[in-house]
């Protein structure tokens, strides 16, 4: 059975980094990638990587952020680093697989999800 498992989420200060894991069971993915939902809005895409080649796609509305995706060698474990947390950082966040052979960031293109990690950053 497929299944996604995040860990690391947590309460943080503003300006620290934070790893999030992702571990994948029961499934050989195309394309991992990471989202994030905070309070009141819609999930957001933060990044994604191939399975395939290592390729990687960020959001454009994150760029000049750090958030860095990244995978183990196994392709077993999904990372997301994210240095310099904000705030505004604060969310659920959400690893999802695909199958689909090309780097998509629609929600609709990811099948299976984990149950998110809560990351909280205080000011």
């Known amino acids: 059975q497929a299944q996604l498992v995040e860990s690391g989420g947590g309460l943080v200060q503003a300006g620290d980094s934070l790893t999030l894991s992702c571990a994948t069971s029961?499934?050989?993915?195309?394309?991992m990638g990471w989202f994030r939902q905070a309070p009141g809005k819609e999930r957001e895409f933060i990044a994604s990587i191939s399975g395939t080649d290592g390729s990687t796609l960020y959001s454009n509305s994150l760029l000049g952020r750090w958030f860095i995706i990244s995978t183990d060698d196994a392709k077993k474990w999904v990372y997301l680093q994210i240095h310099n947390l904000k705030p505004e950082d604060t969310a659920v966040y959400y690893c999802?697989?695909?199958?689909?052979?090309?780097?998509?960031?629609?929600?609709?293109?990811?099948?299976?999800w984990g149950q998110g990690t809560q990351v909280t950053v205080s000011s």
């Open positions: 999802a697989s695909s199958r689909l052979s090309w780097a998509s960031q629609a929600a609709s293109a990811f099948d299976v």
């Open positions: 029961g499934l050989s993915f195309k394309y």
